[in-house]
Each structure stands twice: as structure tokens, then as C-alpha cells.
């Protein structure tokens, strides 16, 4: 059963981001709010989507709907992007789902298949079926774009990490060939790398609930130690998926690796 809440009702063209949570996923949709997209945001907790959606509609005055989808189950794909069909012509697909890992490695023996085969479920074939749901649309009309979102661990084996960069290097595939093959029929694929780790925005358009967390950050700025080694601002990283949808399609970047610029251990 789709689940589907609203801010509003007309229709437009959609920027749909998958994958939707508290950093880059809610800075991309209101990246595409702001730029004047009717944007769908989509993962599993529906309530906090539809505080985002709320959130979003509200400061920048955009129609934002937010769509209940599970991406390790096939079939909430199916259904959660009949809603999103039905909202109008997707020009745009983010996919940015990852299934949660831990900050520490584990070890190979101690990996639990369900959690290796869920990893590659929702960054890989997660990733397939929401590129079928928008890919028919996308080449009858000649344009649109699907950005995929990478990390290191797309790029090279990380030890205790197999689940993510198994998951992760099979999506930068999927990328590579859907940029091959739908390129020549108008439709940009690329694939985003971030070599860092994602923090809270810094800037001005930083949501009233991000303030808490901010608190901190500009507590560690203000008293000279200048931003995290290796954090990044969802809001900056947003600007960049940005602009690869607005590239001119003479000039079009299959794959792009972003790094904070303090980073000493890349
Ligand atoms: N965080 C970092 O430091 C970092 C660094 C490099 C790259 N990245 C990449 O950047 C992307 C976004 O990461 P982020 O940390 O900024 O997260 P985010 O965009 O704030 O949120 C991503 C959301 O994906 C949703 N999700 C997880 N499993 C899902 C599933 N099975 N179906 C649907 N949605 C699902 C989760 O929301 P629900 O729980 O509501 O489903 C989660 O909040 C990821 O692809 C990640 O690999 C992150």
C-alpha cells in the first residue's frame, strides 16, 4: 500500500529524490525546491519526510510530496513510484538510499549475510528499479537526468566494509552503463563520488531544526578551528548535483569526485 503525503496539489515537472534523510538527500530536494521543481522525496520513515516536505514547501515555496519507499523491496518501488508518475513527467532521479553501516569495521567472518545481500539490495538493485520506473518517460521525451550518489568505498575495497563497497561498486556500474547506453537518447547519467563525510549545512538556508546542530559546528569554527577535517556541507554538495542537471548536453560529466578541500588522508 503507497503511503503519500502532501503540500500541495498541481502538477509539474518532478525532481524526485530517493532516499531522503536529515543531510544530503534533504539538501538536494531543497535544492530542486528552490530552483522551482515540484520535488518528491521518498525513504522509509514517512513522518519525517513529511516534516521535510513541509519544511521545504514553506521556505521555498514549492510543491514538495513525500513518498513512502522501502528500495530493498521491489514491490514499495513499484507502488511508491506510481505516485510519483502520477505527479507528472520525473525529469530529474537522485539516488541517494544507502543502508546504514557502522562507523567501525567489522570483521569479514562476523558480516551476517542479510546484512551484506540488504546492502546490495538498496545500493544496487534498489538503484535498477528506480531507473526503470523513470528511464520510458525520460527517452519519449528525450531529456531528463538520474544522478546516482557514491563514496570512497565506491572506488576501492575498504577492509571491513565489504557490504557497502560490494553494494556501492555495483551501483558506479549500473551508472556506466545507463550513462552509455541512454546518453545518445538524451538522458544525462552520472555518477556523484563524496570523499568525505557529510555534515550539517553552514549556510543561510540551514532549517530551523539543523540550528542545534549547527550550534556546534560554528562553536568549533568560531573558536579557530575552521571547518571539520573532512566534513562537508550537504548544501554545497547539493549545488553540485545542481549543476550537472543544468549541464549543456555537449559537455556532459559521467562521473564526478568531490573532497573537502582540508582532507589530509585522500
Ligand atoms: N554520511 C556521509 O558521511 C556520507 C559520506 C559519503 C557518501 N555518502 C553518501 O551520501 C548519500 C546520503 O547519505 P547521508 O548520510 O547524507 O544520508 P541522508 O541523505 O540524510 O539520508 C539518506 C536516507 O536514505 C534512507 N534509506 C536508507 N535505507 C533505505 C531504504 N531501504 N529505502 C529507502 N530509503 C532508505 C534513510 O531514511 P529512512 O530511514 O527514512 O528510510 C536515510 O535517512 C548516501 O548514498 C551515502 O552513501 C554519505
Known amino acids: 500500500m503507497r503511503s503519500m503525503a502532501s503540500s500541495a496539489s498541481s502538477r509539474g515537472n518532478i525532481a524526485a529524490i530517493v532516499g531522503v534523510g536529515p543531510k544530503l538527500g534533504r539538501s538536494i530536494a531543497r535544492k530542486f525546491a528552490h530552483e522551482g521543481y515540484t520535488v518528491a522525496i521518498l525513504a522509509r520513515d514517512l513522518g519525517r519526510l513529511s516534516r521535510f516536505a513541509d519544511e521545504i514547501a514553506r ?88 544522478l546516482f550518489t557514491g563514496c570512497s568505498a565506491s572506488l576501492s575495497g575498504i577492509a571491513g566494509y565489504s557490504e557497502l563497497c560490494c553494494g556501492k561498486f555495483a551501483m558506479r556500474a549500473l551508472s556506466q552503463c545507463l550513462a552509455k547506453e541512454f546518453q545518445p537518447l538524451g538522458v544525462h547519467v552520472a555518477h556523484v563520488i563524496i570523499h568525505g563525510i557529510v555534515g550539517t549545512p553552514r549556510g543561510p538556508i540551514a532549517s530551523s531544526s539543523q540550528q542545534s546542530l549547527l550550534v556546534g559546528e560554528q562553536q568549533h569554527q568560531q573558536t579557530g578551528g ?15 548535483y545542481w549543476y550537472l ?17 582540508n582532507q589530509r588522508y585522500m
Open 226 to 240: 575552521g571547518a571539520r577535517e573532512g566534513w562537508m556541507d550537504p548544501d554545497a554538495l547539493a549545488q553540485t
Open 59 to 146: 521556505e521555498e515555496k514549492a510543491q514538495v510530496f513525500a513518498i513512502r519507499i522501502d528500495c530493498s523491496d521491489s514491490r514499495s518501488i513499484r507502488e511508491a513510484f506510481e505516485g510519483v508518475l502520477s505527479l507528472g513527467f520525473v525529469e530529474v532521479l537522485v539516488y541517494n538510499a544507502y543502508q546504514p553501516i557502522s562507523w567501525h569495521p567489522t570483521n569479514f567472518t562476523d558480516i551476517k549475510v542479510e546484512h551484506f545481500e540488504k546492502s546490495l539490495a538498496v545500493s544496487s538493485v534498489g538503484a535498477f528499479h528506480c531507473a526503470q520506473q523513470v528511464l520510458a518517460g525520460m527517452v519519449e521525451r528525450g531529456r531528463g537526468t538520474i
Open 245 to 261: 542537471h543544468i549541464q549543456d548536453r555537449s559537455a556532459w560529466t559521467q562521473e564526478i569526485d568531490l573532497h573537502p578541500s
